[in-house]
């Protein structure tokens, strides 16, 4: 899987620039900072497809990337949120966006929520998971930097979250845990991704 050619397509920083939907989505997101761009790259097997975004304000953008090999299918890389120091403006802008994006894209087929295994689910994270249930979008929480914490930790983790992701409508309540560093459950997210758009 992910084998062939991964290319950017485009980023859409409104709607009006939103590529045409014609391959089944997949969109990555999760607080700044959390592990997604590595996540992405570790993913597709390259080293700098994503580009990490350390500047507020300058992340509102929706970034699609073409996978053709086996199948079809886009990833979309959402604009990270929960910037502590984030001008109002811009959360807002970034709320308006991402609730047209999961309100008006038939293409959409699932959504990938990252949180940081050292953090767990932050209310920002919830507002998001929010917006997925309202839109029926389906959704699943991904781990990141699981290298960073103790496997006793870890597994503590996963059961609160499993046990928190019962209560949404939309959410799947299995957790793959993952290290981007390391390569653990990069191969299960893989098989995650590709069982989102069969
Ligand atoms: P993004 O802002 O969500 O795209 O996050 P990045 O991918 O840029 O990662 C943020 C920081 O976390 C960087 O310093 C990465 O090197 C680090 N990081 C990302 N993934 C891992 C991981 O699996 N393990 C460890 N230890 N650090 C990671």
Avoid at 25 to 47: C, H, M, P
Avoid at 55 to 60: A, F, V
Avoid at 107 to 134: A, E, N, P, Q, T
């Amino acid at each position: 899987l992910f084998a062939g050619a991964v290319n950017f397509l485009k980023s859409a920083p409104a709607l009006e620039f939103l590529p045409a939907p014609t391959a089944p989505e997949v969109a990555f997101a999760g607080r700044s900072n959390v592990g997604k761009s590595s996540l992405i790259n570790a993913l597709t097997n390259r080293n700098s497809l994503a580009r990490a975004s350390t500047t507020p304000g300058r992340t509102q953008e929706l970034n699609f990337f073409d996978v053709g090999e086996p199948l079809q299918m886009r990833l979309v890389d959402m604009p990270g949120y929960g910037f502590a120091k984030a001008p109002k403006d811009v959360v807002k802008r970034w709320k308006w966006l991402i609730n047209d994006y999961l309100r008006g894209r038939a293409v959409l087929r699932r959504s990938l929520i990252l949180i940081d295994s050292r953090h767990g689910i932050k209310d920002v994270d919830r507002d998001l998971m929010k917006m997925l249930d309202d839109a029926a979008i389906s959704y699943r929480v991904v781990l990141t930097k699981s290298d960073k914490i103790k496997a006793a930790e870890l597994e503590k983790t996963v059961k609160a979250i499993t046990e928190e992701m019962r209560k949404h409508p939309a959410a799947f309540p299995e957790i793959i845990a993952t290290s981007s560093e390391k390569g653990t459950g990069i191969a299960e997210l893989r098989a995650a991704v590709y069982d989102a758009i069969i």
